[in-house]
């Protein structure tokens, strides 16, 4: 790797943490808005969803646009603007919170689609898996960080005093988002061109009709169906698995809360061997024109994320009694889900015509984002009628259909858009 490709991950990689921070501020200090009395948690949750509902906006015409202007301009101006609307947010009242935050969520939307843009304009396919999984480990480290800074900032404060948190992560990502800009390059110099793409040279084609070319490719409903299972899982672990361990495992918030924690710490790990074990595979077997070699990874991550699901739903009974066990599945659950959502975020960038690769990905997120929305509500009507487990045996229900999917597509063209003229 050379110096300007490490430095340009590094950008990446401290400023998207920032994006998640400015991302999961508000939720740092809910409980410290909650206790004052300025919110009720009805109307923290109207703004989570005001979140929610712009993220999903953003992310998706961010995607469209990043194949169309500077990727390094957007990354910059959407850390900027993040930061900016939490200054603002710490120096408003509650009537604003809601549009505040909803700006905020469009505003997150550039992060993610100009990353990975970024990411297929400098790294090679020997590398990129790599990069992209480790890159994708920010949003761990700052879910897992920023309690800790929150801990520490409002340490020894009063409740009234939440507001220098979103201060001090507004401040510091204005001024990161100068540093983006000045350090980060949407294209390799000649010199780069050795080290960031692979022997064989080809030939960009520029797409006239990119909705055409998306979604006439069947492969983008295999990825796309995918990426909507993983976040359905991942979304129903989040949001429920406490009360679902509780409720139906016997388990306690202490014992449950391990239970969450050690599914993020097998996350985290699964994300980046799922980019070195692609990364060997594409360079060991090669790319064909059928299939591709890091199916190889999905299909093994979602094959044992099904047997894990059914294991805790039907094996463990009892939390406290087979902690040890409790604790096995929940380390192979994190492993497996996260390591499948980052190989299918990556596939839908490295498997299109790299003019339409932003958009290709964003509508693969759009899909995901419909498994967040129905991790949600509708999750939890399902399980107030039937039970918590019946609801996650529709998780695994999912899962199957995307192993079979996959596995189906192993022999067919797996090619979003028209392919690069070799040269």
């Known amino acids: 790797m050379s110096l300007q490709q490490g430095m340009i991950f590094f950008s990446m990689y401290i400023g998207y943490t920032f994006y998640t921070l400015n991302r999961k501020s508000f939720t740092f200090v809910i409980p410290q808005i909650t206790a004052t009395g ?37 990354f ?43 990411m297929k304009s400098w790294y090679s396919s020997q ?3 790599t990069m992209w999984s480790l890159l994708s480990t920010s949003m761990n480290v700052a879910a897992s960080v920023g309690p800790l800074l929150a801990s520490w900032c409002l340490h020894g404060r009063s409740d009234h005093e939440w507001r220098i948190l979103m201060q001090v992560f507004g401040f510091i990502s204005i001024l990161l988002s100068l540093f983006t800009f000045l350090t980060m390059s ?16 080809t030939h960009e084609i520029q797409v006239d009709n990119v909705w055409s070319a998306i979604l006439s490719s069947p492969y983008i409903y295999v990825l796309g169906t995918s990426y909507m299972s993983c976040l359905f899982v991942k979304g129903a672990l989040t949001d429920w698995g ?48 059928v299939g591709h070699p890091r199916h190889l990874v999905v299909i093994f991550s979602q094959f044992v994320l099904l047997f894990m699901l059914y294991g805790l739903r ?14 096995i599945i929940g380390f192979c659950i994190g492993f497996c889900l996260y390591g499948a959502i980052s190989t299918v975020g990556l596939l839908s960038v490295e498997n299109s015509t790299p003019s339409i690769s932003g958009t ?8 995901g984002n419909i498994g967040l929305v129905f991790s949600g509500y509708p999750f939890s009507y399902l399980a107030s009628q ?25 022999w067919r063209n797996c090619y979003i858009g028209p392919k690069a003229k070799t040269i």
């Open 314 to 327: 039907v094996w463990v009974t009892d939390v406290d009694e087979q902690q040890s066990l409790a604790l």
């Open 386 to 410: 039937f039970s918590w487990g019946v609801g996650f045996q529709i998780s695994e229900y999912l899962i199957t259909l995307s192993l079979l999917s996959f596995i189906s597509f192993q």
């Open 127 to 129: 590398k990129l898996g």
């Open 38 to 74: 300025e919110v009720s948690p009805v109307d923290a949750g109207k703004v989570l969803s005001s979140f929610s509902l712009a993220y999903t906006v953003g992310k998706f015409v961010s995607g469209v646009f990043v194949d169309r202007l500077s990727p390094t301009l957007m």
């Open 76 to 118: 910059s101006f959407g850390l900027f603007s993040c930061g900016l609307i939490n200054l603002l947010f710490a120096a408003s009242s509650p009537d604003y919170f809601i549009v505040l935050w909803f700006l905020n969520g469009l505003c997150q939307g550039p992060g993610w689609p100009a990353c990975g843009k970024l």
């Open 186 to 201: 949407d294209q390799p110099g000649r010199e780069e061109q050795g080290t960031t793409k692979s022997s064989t040279r």
């Open 242 to 289: 406490t009360t679902y361990l509780i409720q139906e495992k016997s388990g306690t918030i202490y014992s449950s809360g391990k239970i969450l924690a050690i599914i993020e710490l097998g996350g985290v790990t699964g994300r980046i061997l799922s980019g070195l074990i692609g990364d060997f595979l594409v360079s060991f077997l090669g790319k064909k024109a």
């Open 360 to 367: 290709t990905h964003s509508v693969c997120a759009l899909l």
